[in-house]
């Protein structure tokens, strides 16, 4: 795929343990942005990143944070995972905040808080 | 407050059977207005930007169209390939995408 790639894609997990998802990209975009999927609340945002160690919270961003310390590395943090927080994470990436530039999605990572 | 509703929730067709999705939003400053395909264990795919009420884009058997408080997905004599769930983004000042809740689409032959 285009150059985006988020890992693990599946997770299982204990409530109350630390989790970081990772999303990397090769196409040296500078606008990163982690999103949840959850049935009945389509895409939310959680945090996005505008740059390097550049970052901004989204809609739904407690229980989370975020670190971009490389332009091609954004991290998603959940310091004590919670059942709530079990979701389908999407990374994306985009060139520019012009609409002219998409966003192009990674595939996802599966978090599953037990 | 900036929002985006999808309708229907769910859309059954038979192979060939012509319907429409629709998007309602509102939004302070609308920048473009995103559509998405989202296959089953995928992150979305880009399909269409629009930028201003009027404006019309085709791809294959999907028109996209825009007013100035919604947006339809037209989808022509669809096949079983067209099944998917399609998502429908606003872009705010600022840049970020605010998406709706998805139209899952499934096409029977």
């Known amino acids: 795929d285009a150059g985006i790639t988020q890992s693990p894609r599946h997770k299982v997990t204990e409530t109350g343990t630390p989790v970081t998802l990772r999303c990397h990209q090769t196409e040296n975009h500078r606008y990163m942005y982690w999103y949840r999927q959850d049935p009945g609340h389509g895409l939310r945002l959680i945090h996005y990143s505008y740059g390097v160690k550049d970052t901004d919270k989204g809609e739904v961003s407690d229980g989370y944070s975020v670190s971009r310390s490389k332009t091609e590395d954004f991290l998603l943090t959940l310091e004590s995972a919670t059942s709530s927080q079990t979701s389908v994470y999407f990374c994306a990436i985009s060139e520019s905040t012009s609409p002219n530039y998409g966003y192009t999605f990674g595939s996802g990572t599966r978090l599953t808080v037990v | 407050e900036d929002q985006v509703t999808q309708s229907p929730e769910a859309l059954r067709l038979q192979e060939g059977e012509s319907s429409s999705l629709n998007c309602s939003y509102t939004v302070s400053g609308l920048r473009g207005l995103f559509w998405y395909r989202q296959d089953p264990g995928k992150g979305p795919e880009f399909l269409f930007t629009l930028y201003s009420a009027g404006e019309e884009k085709e791809k294959e058997r999907l028109k996209a169209t825009l007013t100035k408080k919604e947006s339809f997905l037209h989808i022509t004599a669809p096949k079983p390939e067209d099944s998917a769930t399609y998502l429908c983004?606003?872009?705010?000042?600022?840049?970020?995408?605010?998406f709706g809740q998805g139209t899952e689409l499934s096409v029977k032959p």
């Open positions: 983004a606003v872009q705010a000042p600022g840049g970020k995408l605010i």
